[in-house]
């Protein structure tokens, strides 16, 4: 679902100062200023009209000291280790990981924590040895990799490559185990080990030596990656225009619907339409002990923060990407914003700056003054190009003055973060309350931002399953906002064509219906006709995006699901179904108790022979417990194929709304949800 429903509220329900900055801000303005706020055209006029009212300077925003802590990572290195004595792998992994995350962490050998980063590769190593009897053969790897890039002893050395070298064994890499053994015989020289000890284990070194000697070709079996770490493709071909989408997908804009997708060619349910990255994606702070702060994977061996214990990554690889990017700068003003109750959205707003770095915005700052809109022109719309997000719809023009005064207060409070960190590139001048052009453009796209963002993020989710292949069982968990430059472009209906999974920050886009060419393909921000009545859905939309929604399920008012009639049956007319006589597309109502097999169509007058959509309903019965038994067993590429099967059998005859389409399509969202985000509930690692 679209971010706004649940970004919105949660100053409304979540302690933070910001909530209570606000009531006061709002208190202390008078009628007339608030009346000079509301003829202010431009977002650099309000931003600076709202950063000279002396209410907005009432707190000063800190920087937050680090959070590791020497003492408490030895305790716990301490409590891995009696963990691992006793056998207790899992919970052993786990004390290392807490010692890890509050281990200071040096950047360089001559930084007075240069002993502490030597203390951290050996716990590091530690728990490289617990997921190796855990039979976590690439994550002890992931881990020795990153232990050898710190100050691991040199005497001990040998331990993480014999330990590497059996790693690549069990997983079949013998080219790689071979060349890992001879690095652990030649570091042996420098074991500080008994003289009949280190005899014994050059001994064994050099029989599995000898052993993978004996195979005159040694050859690393392929590695199969996961099924989520590979994108997968669009359908057909790519768009010429719009990169991360299907040629299938067309974005056409009227002045009464603004810009929304069509089909430029039959779609049918199961093609891929869109797969795009987020421009930009933050993860929700309860989340952050158990998710890769950078991508969102679940954390299985986290990676610290070099400065703070409050965020983890998942790898090295997104260690260092966040650390050159948005989190060098968020680091130091993290905890004010989560403690301040500040949104999702408002730490999106924030993200899309300290990703890219001022410079990259001070030299965008004539292209953007110009207006020049990448949607309208002839460029290729790409995800990565900040012009399609800042040319998103914001809705300036309907916005009341207390809803400026409230973004734009929001927006202060992001400035202010921004100028402690050292975004600017200068001391931070906090106690002044001066603003040079540069940091009023920032407060300007600041204040932008949070404007695009209320109508245009997305909530990220992953699949959480009660244990390993129930889908049952499984519930959607809200894990962060993103947003998707491509996938914004798509208009709502309350009978969406679309459903969408997320691969780490990622969004893939399929088709769970036939949408054919010049139809819309349409998206839903979280008001389905299944579940809510058509008044309440209406209500809900025009009050949070804004629009009246004019769909299908509205005009003709659907029922929701459990008030589905089933007395009828919805019978496709056939009339022009096969021959050169004009598609009547017209829905014949029948009795379920009808003894007539030749129905009347009362509006082309020919007849329909509803023998052959009575034979699909007997014969789609069968195969739905079929695709229901294989989803359970845990087959759920063949179920998802079986449902597809079912989905087109029933809309070839019969025409939504009626029970069993419905309960097909959700179980084909059911499907398609699990190759994306996932996490099992007994499999959850905490910090």
């Known amino acids: 679902m679209k971010l706004e429903s649940v970004a919105e509220k949660k100053l409304d329900t979540e302690c933070g100062f910001l909530k209570c900055h606000h009531a006061n801000l709002r208190n202390s303005i008078s009628d007339e200023q608030l009346q ?22 009432e707190y000063e925003v800190k920087g937050s000291s680090s959070e590791k802590n020497e003492r408490e990572a030895e305790q716990l290195k301490e409590e891995g280790n009696k963990a691992f004595q006793n056998g207790n792998y899992q919970s052993a992994m786990q004390s290392y990981t807490k010692s890890i995350l509050k281990t200071p962490w040096a950047i360089d050998g001559d930084s007075p924590n240069a002993n502490s980063t030597r203390q951290l590769s050996i716990t590091v190593a530690n728990r490289s040895a617990t997921f190796y009897h855990l039979e976590k053969y690439k994550l002890a790897m992931q881990d020795i990799d990153l232990v050898l890039s710190l100050d691991y002893p040199q005497e001990l050395r040998y331990k993480v490559l014999d330990r590497k070298a059996r790693c690549l064994l069990a997983t079949k890499q013998l080219k790689d185990a071979l060349e890992a053994f001879r690095g652990t015989l030649k570091a042996l020289d420098s074991a500080k080990l008994p003289v009949e000890r280190k005899r014994k284990w050059q001994m064994d070194v050099q029989i599995m030596l000898a052993m993978l000697a004996k195979n005159k070709v040694l050859v690393n079996e392929p590695r199969i990656l996961p099924e989520d770490a590979i994108l997968p493709s669009v359908t057909g071909q790519q768009n010429s225009r719009y990169v991360s989408a299907s040629s299938a997908v067309n974005i056409e804009e009227t002045k009464d619907t603004g810009r929304f997708a069509v089909a430029g060619k039959d779609v049918k349910v199961g093609d891929t339409l869109v797969v795009e990255p987020a421009f930009v994606a933050v993860l929700l702070a309860e989340h952050a002990g158990t998710h890769c702060f950078h991508c969102f994977r679940g954390l299985e061996a986290a990676v610290p923060c070099n400065q703070c214990s409050r965020v983890a990554f998942c790898s090295v690889a997104c260690q260092t990407e966040a650390l050159k990017t948005h989190h060098v700068v968020e680091c130091p003003i993290l905890e004010t914003l989560w403690s301040s109750g500040a949104s999702i959205i ?41 012009r399609t997000v800042y040319n998103l719809v914001d809705h ?59 109508f245009n993020a997305h909530e990220i989710s992953e699949l959480q399953l009660e244990a390993p292949r129930n889908l049952n069982s499984a519930r959607s968990v809200f894990l962060g906002g993103g947003l998707f430059p491509t996938l914004a472009l798509f208009n709502h209906s309350c009978d969406p064509g679309i459903t969408r999974y997320f691969q780490g920050t990622s969004v893939i886009v399929h088709a769970i219906k036939n949408i054919h060419c010049g139809e819309m393909i349409a998206e839903n921000y979280g008001q389905i006709f299944t579940q809510t009545p058509q008044t309440e859905r209406q209500a809900t939309l025009k009050s949070q995006y804004r629009f009246d929604c004019i769909c299908v399920p509205c005009n003709e008012d659907w029922p929701t699901f459990n008030n589905m009639h089933q007395g009828f049956m919805r019978f496709r007319c056939e009339t022009g179904s096969g021959g050169t006589v004009p598609k009547c597309n017209n829905v014949i109502i029948v009795p379920t108790d009808t003894s ?92």
């Open 396 to 454: 300036s023009g309907t916005r009341t003055a207390q809803d400026f005064l409230y973004r734009t207060d929001t927006a202060v409070l992001l400035f202010k973060c921004l100028r402690v960190a050292g975004f600017f590139n200068i001391q931070s001048k906090e106690s002044e309350h001066k603003l040079t052009p540069e940091e009023l453009f920032v407060g300007e796209l600041l204040l932008h931002h949070l404007q695009l963002l209320q």
């Open 346 to 386: 408002c730490l999106m707003a924030l993200r899309m700056l300290s990703q890219r770095g001022i410079k990259y915005f001070l030299d965008m700052k004539g292209i953007l003054r110009k207006g020049c809109n990448v949607v309208n022109s002839s460029e290729k719309y790409h995800p990565t190009d900040y």
């Open 596 to 687: 007539d097999f030749m129905i009347q169509c009362p509006l082309c007058k020919q007849y329909t022979n509803i023998l052959k959509g009575l034979k699909v309903l007997q014969d789609t019965d069968a195969m739905f417990k079929t695709a229901t038994r294989l989803m359970e067993e845990g087959e759920v590429r063949q179920a998802l194929d079986k449902y597809i099967e079912i989905l087109l059998l029933l809309d070839n005859t019969l025409a939504p709304p009626f029970k069993d389409f419905h309960l097909c399509q959700q179980a084909i969202r059911r499907c398609m949800l699990s190759f994306g985000n996932k996490s099992v509930m007994s499999e959850k690692v905490t910090k």
């Open 36 to 57: 000079e706020l509301s003829t202010l055209q431009t977002d650099e006029d309000r931003f600076l009209f709202v950063y000279k009212l002396p209410v907005v300077h």
